[in-house]
T-cell receptor, first 113, second 112 residues
Framework: QKEVEQDPGPLSVPEGAIVSLNCTYSNSAFQYFMWYRQYSRKGPELLMYTYSSGNKEDGRFTAQVDKSSKYISLFIRDSQPSDSATYLCAMSLNAGNNRKLIWGLGTSLAVNP | NAGVTQTPKFRVLKTGQSMTLLCAQDMNHEYMYWYRQDPGMGLRLIHYSVGEGTTAKGEVPDGYNVSRLKKQNFLLGLESAAPSQTSVYFC???????????FGSGTRLTVV
């Protein structure tokens, strides 16, 4: 079993839809959770960063962490064609315990006009 | 502010040839990383560095070497390229593992 599981999709939605992207993980010691967006033929870019549990909102994006269920989500409201990309989740342990991010494989999203 | 710059952007190598990929960052970040990204495999860490003069192995270090002689530069070397090293290579930098990473735009390498 992989440490981080992410449905690769592809996920196809109409413009304006609410999108929910998810990752599950097995290591309860993960404390730092990130979402990256990767456009085709580009490097990943940091979208959202959350420490421990709870929600974080930035414009149309909301990141949610449920540590009891070992589940993280990224919600995109009023989705736009420009949101079409691959979304990668990543997580890490407490500072000092590890030097690596653990990555999901990414979910491909297409937002259709 | 350029962020992370990778050179070259594309390269085709013959089996057995060598090459060096250059990564440069202008954010004064301590940590630098080399990843490869392959379909169905995701991002896999090759080597990383926690500061000038230091390097460490990641998940898939075999066939690669790295050097970090200057804080802003992280070099990835392939001594004898193999077709299995055909991939997209990304360099990233960060203030630390629990900070976000800034990625370069990648190097597409084909080994024939």
């Amino acid at each position: 079993q992989k440490e981080v599981e992410q449905d690769p999709g592809p996920l196809s939605v109409p413009e304006g839809a609410i999108v929910s992207l998810n990752c599950t993980y097995s290591n309860s010691a993960f404390q730092y959770f990130m979402w990256y967006r990767q456009y085709s033929r580009k490097g990943p870019e940091l979208l959202m960063y959350t420490y421990s549990s709870g929600n974080k909102e930035d414009g149309r994006f909301t990141a949610q962490v449920d540590k009891s269920s070992k589940y993280i989500s990224l919600f995109i409201r009023d989705s736009q064609p420009s949101d079409s990309a691959t979304y990668l989740c990543a997580m890490s342990l407490n500072a000092g315990n590890n030097r690596k991010l653990i990555w999901g494989l990414g979910t491909s999203l297409a937002v259709n006009p | 502010n350029a962020g992370v710059t990778q050179t070259p952007k594309f390269r085709v190598l013959k089996t057995g040839q060598s090459m060096t990929l250059l990564c440069a960052q202008d954010m004064n970040h301590e940590y630098m990383y080399w990843y490869r990204q392959d379909p169905g495999m995701g991002l896999r860490l090759i080597h990383y560095s926690v500061g000038e003069g230091t390097t460490a192995k990641g998940e898939v270090p075999d066939g690669y070497n790295v050097s970090r002689l200057k804080k802003q530069n992280f070099l990835l070397g392939l001594e004898s390229a193999a077709p299995s090293q055909t991939s997209v290579y990304f360099c990233a930098s960060s203030q630390g593992v629990n900070y976000g990473y800034t990625f370069g735009s990648g190097t597409r390498l084909t080994v024939v």
